[in-house]
């Protein structure tokens, strides 16, 4: 027994008998377990499981001595495949250790694919020469001076092209935006939706702009995500010089603060830049809204602004607000309120007309109205803001209908009114509506009826989607 000891093959026989099987059995549980846990460094022990090791382990035989007579080539091919074995494994770990484990965000996720292929191939090449230099004694100067010159042919045939690659790489790894953020660049506004080793690709609303890094390298922009407070539209216009500066500004703020798509928060802000021209900052959900921001802005303002009596743009005309006009209305209304062919004479210093373009609200929750507004043209919905930012039709007002019928009783409502069309109103005071009732209690008790059906269709509304009314006294205006 001891002589067979002593022999050169006993040992590394016995490893291979012993340590292989062992071998073969730790990476299969290695495997598996990989398997069950969705790794992708499964296929990477696969390899070294079904062929590294198992070559390893004839090289082993192999190499012993007197294990192969004659010129010794069959060594030489066994070790070439477990050198090609090798660098084809190692390669394949480095790539999963590297990038196909980077955390989302790092410089690693960020690395072009082009890049990572054209290194693997570099290193492929590299290797293999080093493996036939080491194991057939090949003479590999030539490959690596081949390498070096058609790196630099192609680096000054690719010299511009490459320079923007380059460049376009650092800033990727500089990393000043990430997917879904909005940037702009000159008069280009758009949220990222793809970042690759050659161009950003920006959605602007009207389609997707493709910016190449490199330009974006070579110029400034503007992240307009980073910014720790929400993104703010600014817009200038100009008033009347005798408009009052202060409420204009009063006014400004008034017409953004009821815009849907502003930011929760912070408040819009007005100041004036001189002369007649002021400026808006209105906070924004997202910069993508400030296309729809601003015209829905400059729409209203034009409204608001006919209705406080301030000149948008200097306009000193309002040829739709007539006396004849005011007159029509007035006969329009009388049967509602009672009023006699001669009363609308008398009621005209105290009447005033109105106009309301889709979306403004006529009537805001919480308030106490102060006028009563009587429809003469359009449609409004009647409903009620819920806290979770919803809105509860209740019903739809059209032509004779009152928005405000909680002025006469003094009282806050609950409801908000919002124009959905184009619409005309007639603003009659509530001191007004004092003397009518007075003259004519009738009025009194239909505005009382109308309230109440409004509040029962409200409750029945909001019991439609499992809410209730407000306890204590609710009232639909």
């Not at 390498?147 to 923007?164: E, K, W």
Request: charged share 20%; with cysteine; net charge negative.
């Amino acid at each position: 027994m001891s002589d067979i000891a002593q022999q050169p093959w006993f040992w590394p026989a016995v490893i291979v008998s012993v340590g292989l099987p062992l071998t073969l059995i730790g990476l299969t549980e290695l495997y598996n377990a990989l398997v069950r846990r969705g790794s992708r460094a499964a296929p990477i022990v696969a390899m070294v499981r079904n062929y590294v090791v198992p070559v390893a382990g004839v090289l082993v035989l192999l190499s012993q001595p007197g294990a192969w007579q004659g010129s010794g080539t069959w060594p030489k091919v066994v070790w070439t495949v477990f050198g090609l074995l090798v660098i084809v494994v190692t390669i394949n770990a480095v790539n999963h250790l590297v990038f196909h484990r980077a955390e989302k965000g790092s410089w690693r996720d960020r690395f072009p694919t082009i890049f990572s292929d054209l290194i693997r191939f570099v290193f492929i090449v590299v290797g293999i020469a080093l493996l036939f230099w080491w194991v057939w004694g090949a003479d590999v100067a030539g490959v690596f001076a081949a390498l070096g010159i058609t790196s630099i042919v192609v680096g000054l045939a690719l010299q511009n092209a490459v320079g923007s690659i380059v460049s376009g790489l650092f800033l990727i790894f500089e990393a000043p935006f990430e997917l879904g953020d909005w940037i702009e660049m000159g008069s280009t506004r758009g949220q990222i939706v793809e970042v690759n080793w050659r161009a950003v690709h920006l959605e602007t609303g009207n389609g997707t702009i493709v910016v190449p890094t490199a330009e974006l390298a070579g110029g400034t922009f503007t992240n307009l995500s980073r910014n720790p407070e929400p993104y703010a539209a600014t817009m200038a216009f100009e008033f009347g010089s005798d408009d009052p500066p202060g409420r204009v500004r009063e006014l400004l703020v008034a017409v953004a603060r009821d815009i849907p798509l502003i930011a929760a928060g912070p408040e819009p802000t007005a100041k004036t830049l001189g002369g007649s021209r002021y400026e808006v900052a209105i906070p924004l959900r997202t910069p993508g809204d400030r296309d729809a921001v601003a015209d829905a802005f400059a729409t209203r303002l034009w409204y608001a602004a006919r209705r406080a009596d301030l000149h948008l743009d200097g306009d000193l005309t309002d040829e739709w607000r007539t006396p004849s006009r005011l007159q029509d209305a007035l006969r329009q209304i009388a049967p509602a309120l009672s009023l006699a062919p001669g009363d609308t004479d008398t009621l005209a210093a105290h009447t005033r007309l109105e106009r309301y373009c889709a979306g403004e609200s006529l009537l805001r929750p919480g308030v106490v109205p102060v006028e009563t507004r009587f429809i003469l043209a359009g449609s409004v919905v009647l409903g009620i803001s819920t806290d979770d930012d919803g809105f509860v039709q209740v019903g739809v007002l059209g032509v004779d209908d009152p928005v405000g019928l909680t002025a006469l009783s003094r009282t806050h409502t609950i409801s908000r009114a919002v124009a959905t069309t184009e619409v005309d109103v007639l603003v009659v005071p509530v001191g007004v509506l004092d003397d009518i009732v007075r003259a004519h209690p009738v009025v009194a008790r239909e505005m009382v009826r109308e309230s109440d059906n409004r509040v029962r269709q409200a409750a029945a509304a909001l019991q439609a989607v499992g809410r209730q009314l407000p306890r204590g006294r609710a009232v639909v205006g």
